[in-house]
């Protein structure tokens, strides 16, 4: 059984940090990239960041850019995936999603991905 779960979501004040993790287990996620989306309450699922299974690849949602960085790290039997969020507004509240995809290249799109965590909530208060 894949499972994908999601660690260190919280409430913070604006301009404040926090680290997301997922940890991936149930199969070999050799050659999957991984990735973060996000959920307000009445929007839509949106991509905030992936990476290849490399590491050597990682994109950002141009709202997310030079605050969030995500990163990656392959265990024998566990993947673990990781969204350092700094500089955090009011407008980055929502549901945070880790996201698996059986390719090594990356996807901006919900469909693109095969296995899905439960979600940890981010509450930024103003």
């Known amino acids: 059984q894949v499972l994908l779960v999601e660690s260190g979501g919280g409430l913070v004040q604006a301009g404040g940090s926090l680290r997301l993790s997922c940890a991936a287990s149930g199969r070999t996620f050799s050659g999957y990239a991984m990735g973060w989306f996000r959920q307000a309450p009445g929007k839509e699922r949106e991509f905030v960041a992936a990476i290849s299974w490399s590491g050597r690849s990682t994109y950002y949602a141009d709202s997310v850019k030079g605050r969030f960085t995500i990163s990656r790290e392959h265990a024998e039997n566990t993947e673990n995936l990781h969204l350092q969020m700094n500089s955090l507004k009011p407008e980055d509240t929502a549901v945070y999603y880790c996201?698996?995809?059986?390719?090594?290249?990356?996807?901006?799109?919900?469909?693109?991905?095969?296995?899905w965590g439960q979600g940890t909530q981010v509450t930024v208060s103003s």
């Open positions: 996201a698996a995809r059986a390719m090594s290249g990356t996807s901006y799109y919900p469909r693109g991905y095969d296995y």
